[in-house]
């Protein structure tokens, strides 16, 4: 939607509330399925609880771990390690066997920060964030 001063913002649900954010803010992301595929740790990192490196870190993975994927969201991609289902980041591993692409329409839009964004109550940035 495009508020009274020309700003794009976009309607979201956070934690069972009705939000807003800038569109400046985040970018549209869907998930996307392929054939399972084999990655190698580079350096020691983080399975997170959901996609980004601001998400509660579940268990360390450690380098030259293998893991497994089939499922990614932008660069996040999700796998389930030492009994917890979460996210690695792409760029803290290598591939370690050939991977395949294949798109899958959900119908359901996410929408990725690009850094840490505040969330309003209404389309509007003069009024007070929701923190």
Avoid: C
């Amino acid at each position: 939607m495009v508020n009274s001063i020309g700003e794009t913002w976009y309607r979201i649900s956070y934690k069972g509330k009705t939000l807003y954010v800038k569109s400046n803010d985040v970018s549209k992301q869907s998930f996307t399925s392929f054939s399972q595929t084999k990655y190698i740790a580079n350096k020691t990192t983080y399975l997170y609880q959901s996609y980004g490196n601001v998400q509660k870190k579940l268990v360390t993975i450690p380098k030259g771990t293998i893991v497994q994927a089939k499922k990614r969201i932008g660069d996040w991609y999700s796998i389930s390690y030492k009994g917890k289902t979460g996210y690695f980041y792409i760029g803290d591993f290598s591939k370690y066997d050939k991977i395949t692409y294949q798109t899958s329409n959900t119908g359901v839009t996410y929408y990725i920060t690009k850094q840490t964004s505040k969330l309003y109550s209404k389309p509007d940035t003069k009024r007070l964030g929701h923190n």
